[in-house]
């Protein structure tokens, strides 16, 4: 089975990564932790959405020209210093989640214990290095915008094998309106996705 093509972002589960965040954001490392558990695989619910619509494979390579750039994952740790401080990555999370953002925010607020605001910039920090992963596999492997959507629908499937279920459990979470819960922790459901999705 070939290389998850966000299998760079791994690095995101090092201690260093929370301990990073959580002293830009002032709040413990463990609550970072599994924050982060949970906005990760829910940006890469956003990308298989995105991907899946009718103008998925335009509207993605117009986001990796745009904002795309795979060298920032030869520092995750330090592209993480601004806490999703930037506009770009505020703009990215938008581009990526769409109407269901804030929905988003508040189910990881809930599991999390922290308040969507915080946890808007914790993805904000996050969205970068997921289009940067996107961006690298794009250059890698010489991909156009119909060989980067079927890439990422093969991703979807081979993550559907590792944890049955998640990420389109994730993908749910975007469309919902209201209060609804797709997991009583979305952090331990999160950690499903990511072992899948750092498995090579």
Same mark, same amino acid.
């Given at each position: 089975?070939?290389?998850? !093509? ?9 201690? %260093?990564?929370? /301990? ?5 954001? =002032? ?11 949970? *906005? ?17 494979? @335009? ?6 020209? &745009?904002? =795309? ?15 999703? *401080? $930037? ?10 989640? %769409?109407?269901?953002? %804030?929905?988003?925010? @508040?189910?990881?607020? &809930?599991?999390?214990?922290?308040? *969507? ?17 996107? $961006? &690298?596999?794009?250059?890698?492997? @010489? ?7 079927? /890439? !990422?629908?093969? +991703?979807?499937? /081979?993550? +559907?094998? +590792? ?8 993908? /749910?979470?975007?469309?919902?309106? =209201?209060? =609804?819960? !797709? ?18």
């Amino acid at each position: 089975m070939s290389e998850s !093509i966000f299998q760079a972002l791994s690095a995101l589960q090092d201690a %260093g990564a929370a /301990r990073q965040l959580s002293q830009q954001l =002032g709040i413990d490392e463990a609550t970072t932790s599994q924050a982060i558990s949970a *906005a990760l695989p829910a940006l890469v619910a956003g990308v298989s959405r995105r991907a899946a619509q009718g103008d998925g494979a @335009n509207a993605l390579v117009s986001m990796l020209d &745009r904002d =795309g750039d795979g060298s920032i994952l030869d520092d995750v740790l330090g592209s993480l210093a601004g806490a999703g *401080a $930037a506009p770009q990555g505020s703009d990215v999370l938008g581009d990526l989640l %769409g109407p269901g953002r %804030g929905q988003v925010e @508040n189910q990881i607020g &809930r599991s999390s214990g922290l308040d *969507a605001g915080t946890v808007a910039r914790i993805m904000a920090a996050l969205a970068p290095l997921v289009l940067g992963a996107l $961006a &690298r596999a794009q250059q890698n492997e @010489n991909l156009d915008g119909a060989g980067l959507q079927q /890439r !990422i629908g093969a +991703e979807q499937q /081979r993550l +559907e094998v +590792e944890a049955p279920g998640g990420l389109s459990a994730f993908e /749910r979470m975007l469309d919902m309106d =209201g209060d =609804g819960e !797709i997991a009583d922790d979305v952090a331990q459901l999160g950690a499903q996705v990511l072992g899948g999705l750092f498995r090579s």
